[in-house]
């Protein structure tokens, strides 16, 4: 065998990292929580938005897209010679069909969609870097009772797959950068006690403060549980517009706790990573097995509409999979070489899976098992192999 890379074929079936092939019955399963979750959504008004995979960088990386400038693949146009990049996120392409496609549409628009985005880099939590995405955008809304839907929705979508045990954490990133404003520090020292805030570093916070240290640690003190957390909120000597944030914050809790009474639901008002182009209320979802966030939303503004606003949710769909459990191989039948076809095509309008034998077969049984079968068509029935 050849020792060059490019002509060996053990070489050249190797994928990049970060990428694989996902083989049967994983793909199938895949693709049926996939429409399931978009069912849901299209459920509540939602419209299907397929956009593309590729798009020129000056209107990828506008709004929210600009959140994901470094994770972006880029390549040039050969045909307008413009720079263009590969999606690694689908939120800034549903905004911008929403404001530009969609401009004349009556508002709040909905949209929702599904499909893989690409990204230059992975993490621990996440190796892959092709990953599949699966959201709504509702667009034109400034009320809570939006910001109240989409979160319900986005459960709701978690549910309608089998996700269970489901918690909510909610977050405003506009407060903290709105009490920081109100201290006038140098840009080093303020971006010193950003990074202990975003640490939760209460002994750094207290020492880089100053005249703040107090209502800052009471941030970074009031994130827990939804009750006590809201308690701790009520006490503080917020500025006005911070005030009026955590006044929306409460409003979207009772919302949402209206119709999810049980709900788990935390709150932690300091935390601003991950989040820093969203302007009102943001959120992530966990489940109780999975170590990582299954999805995040929220508030923003959206490209190509400086006085707009949206908010919505992104649910990552190889997360989701890690709260399920394996899917399990479909049960086929094997239909012997000669079998009538209208037999055949019987069993599939009952919803069989039918796997047709090409060749005369000695043992049409161990042909079956061969063929990876649980079934097999014999003088008309469908018996059980052993």
Do not use: W
């Not at 990428?19 to 019955?25: A, G, K, Q």
């Not at 400038?69 to 800034?92: K, N, Y």
């Not at 008002?269 to 209320?281: D, S």
């Amino acid at each position: 065998m050849t020792d060059d890379p490019v002509l060996d074929p053990a070489q050249t079936a190797l994928l990049p990292a970060g990428f694989r092939d996902i083989l049967s019955p994983n793909a199938a399963n895949e693709a049926r929580l996939i429409d399931r979750m978009m069912s849901t959504a299209i459920g509540h008004g939602y419209l299907r938005v397929k956009p593309p995979l590729i798009e020129f960088e000056t209107s990828l990386l506008q709004g929210p897209g600009a959140a994901t400038a470094e994770r972006v693949f880029r390549l040039m146009d050969p045909i307008s010679q413009r720079m263009m990049g590969l999606r690694a996120d689908m939120t800034a392409q549903a905004a911008r069909i929403a404001t530009t496609r969609l401009k004349n549409a009556p508002r709040p628009v909905r949209l929702c969609y599904a499909g893989e985005v690409l990204r230059t880099t992975a993490n621990q939590l996440n190796p892959e870097r092709e990953v599949v995405q699966v959201g709504a955008e509702l667009i034109g809304s400034p009320t809570a009772e939006a910001d109240a839907e989409i979160i319900l929705v986005a459960i709701e979508s978690l549910r309608a797959v089998g996700v269970e045990r489901i918690s909510l954490d909610l977050m405003v990133p506009t407060l903290v950068p709105s009490v920081l404003a109100k201290l006038g520090l140098p840009a080093k020292p303020l971006s010193a006690l950003r990074q202990a805030i975003d640490r939760k570093d209460v002994a750094a916070v207290e020492e880089l403060a100053g005249d703040g240290a107090a209502l800052l640690v009471g941030l970074l003190e009031a994130a827990g549980p939804r009750a006590e957390a809201m308690q701790a909120l009520a006490k503080l000597d917020l500025p006005d517009d911070a005030r009026e944030a955590l006044d929306r914050l409460t409003e979207v809790v009772e919302l949402v706790t209206a119709v999810e009474p049980h709900l788990s639901i935390t709150l932690d008002p300091a935390e601003n990573r991950g989040f820093e182009y969203h302007t009102g209320i943001a959120f992530s979802l966990f489940a109780r097995g999975v170590r990582a966030e299954m999805g995040r939303g929220g508030r923003y503004q959206p490209n190509h509409d400086p006085k707009g606003t949206a908010t919505g949710f992104t649910l990552y769909l190889e997360r989701v999979l890690q709260a399920l459990p394996d899917p399990k191989r479909p049960q086929t039948v094997f239909v012997p070489h000669g079998t009538p076809r209208d037999q055949a095509a019987a069993l599939r309008r009952d919803g069989r899976i039918t796997v047709a034998g090409l060749t005369p077969a000695e043992d049409a049984e161990a042909e079956a098992r061969r063929m990876g079968c649980t079934f097999i068509l014999r003088d008309g029935q469908v018996a059980a192999l052993n």
